[in-house]
């Protein structure tokens, strides 16, 4: 069950963050983003959804639903929990009446470079930010009920761990 999240999620959102990202401090020399993240903030103001093992952080911005965040668990990967979270994202956006996704990941998510474009999503854009090589997608959304160009069925077994 996907549920939006409440303040007292956020020690668990921070570990799940925390268990998702580390991995990723030697290859950035730094620490990603959504491990500095304030999630009492997002939490606040409405952007976080959770289930068990996982989370996702999203808002409108622009034309589009953003995806800031989504993260699984490494204990929980390959149950299609980040699968199930970029789905709901894509059906709030749906219903919202928003015509895409986007989101970007951090070029040294290499995984994410191929994962993304598997779920329907296109790299839009590159560039430097904040110090992050990060890669940029977006995903047309179809009208809900209606197959979406470039949607793929089937699962991965990849966890996902979008920002940086």
Request: proline share 5%; with cysteine.
């Amino acid at each position: 069950m996907i549920r939006q999240a409440v303040p007292s999620d956020e020690p668990a959102i921070r570990a799940i963050a925390r268990a998702s990202y580390t991995r990723y401090v030697a290859a950035m020399g730094r620490e990603p983003a959504p491990m500095v993240a304030d999630f009492g903030a997002q939490i606040a103001a409405g952007q976080v959804w959770v289930t068990e093992g996982g989370f996702i952080v999203f808002f409108e911005r622009d034309d589009a639903m953003f995806l800031e965040n989504v993260a699984v668990h490494p204990d929980a990967a390959g149950q299609g929990i980040g699968k199930a979270l970029i789905g709901h994202c894509e059906a709030v956006a749906r219903k919202a009446g928003l015509p895409a996704v986007t989101l970007y990941t951090n070029a040294k998510m290499t995984a994410n470079l191929s994962l993304y474009p598997h779920l329907g999503y296109a790299q839009v854009d590159r560039r430097m930010e904040d110090g992050f090589d990060r890669v940029y997608f977006r995903k047309r959304l179809a009208p809900d009920g209606c197959p979406g160009e470039g949607q793929v069925s089937g699962s991965s077994s990849a966890w996902i761990a979008v920002t940086g």
